[in-house]
């Protein structure tokens, strides 16, 4: 039973907010003056597992670029351990707790963001802005009863991007195809696709009844749908012509994205790509399978970074450099063993994903939320690091204030002179939130209410947070958590146990 019972809100009402002097100056500028925005979103990318974190078997030189040219914030936070949680909140700027549906959804889920809803795009669409979405989505698509034969909405291009080329949610999930705005493409009308999350289709192999068929052997939950030697989560039929091939997977979004800077170098615009590294199932291109060494979790790795310089690379092509800021971050901690055998745990050797942190994807401990977030613009943001506290889900107000807009909302804070490196204030606090369970971050401190269940994933090997305890910790001193302050310093654990009931109680109301 959870010793805080949260009730699920819907949309929450705009308001209007207050915009210092400093802001009404960056904002007298003229549309053809607006600053390009792309926003690198990796996927379970952990706080440890890039060299300008702390990394020593592994080397992110085009990441580190960003991060020794702008701002590294070590006390960023995505807003939930788990990914369509926090692409939620990113998009939104609202804590994903409040809203029920806000969980990993499967591949044949609704849309999960309300076309009525504001969110990054939309706010940006208004200034003159084109929007465009690559790679990962995993927010739902169409109103449930999804016909992938014909044109798939409402999606992405519903809440604000102009151009969308996605996959529907991950790439261990069906279907297994590529959807640009709104049709999958290749797709042979003889051949079309059907997808159950349910049951398997007559004849269809599944990994669970033929083994040989496969080149990746599954470890817990990846069973069904055998797509390229690969068991998936869920069964698909059909769609033969329409299937990606895995290791082609980081250069086609890779494409997708450079073009859309090609095409859209005259406008200013908004670019969201969605990296599906390192999530699983990890399949590197031939250039990158090995040269890790420590097997396809180290190769995505590097290959993701190889992908942003080359974005990178043509965002200075084009002369567009010095009028981007990319914000760079990732949508939960590390995961080892997240259901495939691919050596991930047996070739890790002295790399720690989660660098000095606890926990990790799943978890309520640090490691869960805590990641890299990384600001850059060239000649505008002097480089630097911040302890600052920030979340994606501050990006809403942040970017609002940036175009010179006045919508906001309540959970988003304006924090845009903390992500250009004006000032280190960042949140006085912040909710983190793990598979619905919560915790509050206060300065240095963390207090994790109890929860039932079990404290570690096995399947996973990963501590949950759960404890029949109030759990304190001062992030300062202790980094690690495991130092348990609840029963010594009553005074503090008093304190953050009535702001976080303060917060609860004022939102019911």
Known sequence: MRSFKLKTFGLLILAVSCKSNSHEQLNKQSTSKLPNIVIIYADDLGYGDLSAYGATEISTPNIDKLANGGIKFTNGYASSATCTPSRYALLTGSYPWRNKDAKI??????????????????????????????????????????????????????VGFDYSYIMAATQDRVPTVYIRNG????????????????????????????????KMKWHHGHNNSIVNGIPRIGFMKGGESAKWKDEEMADTFLSQAKSFVKREKNNPFFLYYALQQPHVPRTPSPEFLGKSGMGPRGDVILEADWCIGQLLETLEAEGLVENTLIILSSDNGPVLNDGYYDDA?????????AGPLRGGKYSLFEAGTRVPFITYWKGKIEPGVSEALVSQIDLFASLSTLVGSDVNNFDSEDLLETFLGKTDKGRESLIIEATTRIALRQGDWVMIPPYSGQALIQSVN????????????????????????????????????????????????
Request: aromatic residues 6%; negative net charge; proline residues 7%.
């Open 105 to 158: 959804l499967p591949g044949t889920a609704p849309l999960l963001i309300d076309t009525a809803q504001v969110t990054i795009p939309k706010i940006l669409k208004t200034k003159g802005y084109h929007t465009g979405i690559v790679g990962k989505w995993h927010l739902g698509l169409g109103n449930g009863n999804i016909n992938w034969n014909k044109h798939i909405s409402p999606g992405p291009n519903e």
């Open 345 to 353: 745990v047996e070739k890790l050797g002295n790399h720690k994903p």
């Open 462 to 509: 990963i501590e949950t947070g759960n404890s029949k305890d109030y759990q304190l910790y001062n992030l300062r001193e202790d980094v690690g958590e495991q130092k348990n302050l609840a029963k010594t310093n009553t005074e503090k654990f008093q304190e953050m146990v009535l702001e976080l009931e303060t917060i609860l109680q004022r939102d019911k109301n």
């Open 183 to 214: 049709y999958v493409e290749n797709l042979d009308p003889t051949d079309p696709i059907e997808v159950n999350y349910q049951e398997n289709y007559d004849g269809q192999p599944t990994g669970l009844d033929h083994p040989e068929l496969l």
